[in-house]
Nanobody, 123 residues
Framework: VQLQASGGGLVQAGASLTLSCAAS????????VGWFRQTPGNEREFVAC???????KLANSVKGRFTISRDSAKNTVYLQMNSLKPEDTAVYSCAVTTVVWGRVTEEDFYRSWGQGTQVTVSS
């Protein structure tokens, strides 16, 4: 499966953005799809994921502000980001995994990383 992330941009604090992770060459219903973010000099940080059977997990830092959803017909997973903060600034990337649910926050279990999309939140 090949993934393409899109939807990033430059926004002010408090604004909203919706990121999309579109798949080709495979079906999301076979995988858990995860969103990670990375800033220069740092490792990727787990943000959210959506499982093949409809479960969602969000990082504590984004709970209450971000939601993740899937449109199976479009083979796309969305990350709705509200009340954005400057600390949300990063390159956001999506990937897939088949790892057990208890380890879905671990980057090493993901593959098929798509090219990321830059999110910049100004104060």
């Amino acid at each position: 499966v090949q993934l393409q992330a899109s939807g990033g941009g430059l926004v002010q604090a408090g604004a909203s953005l919706t990121l999309s992770c579109a798949a080709s060459g495979g079906l999301f219903r076979s995988y858990t799809v995860g969103w990670f973010r990375q800033t220069p000099g740092n490792e990727r940080e787990f943000v959210a994921c959506f499982s093949w059977d409809g479960k969602a997990k969000l990082a504590n830092s984004v709970k209450g502000r971000f939601t993740i959803s899937r449109d199976s017909a479009k083979n796309t997973v969305y990350l709705q980001m509200n009340s954005l903060k400057p600390e949300d600034t990063a390159v956001y990337s999506c990937a897939v995994t088949t790892v057990v649910w208890g380890r879905v926050t671990e980057e090493d279990f993901y593959r098929s990383w798509g090219q990321g999309t830059q999110v910049t939140v100004s104060s």
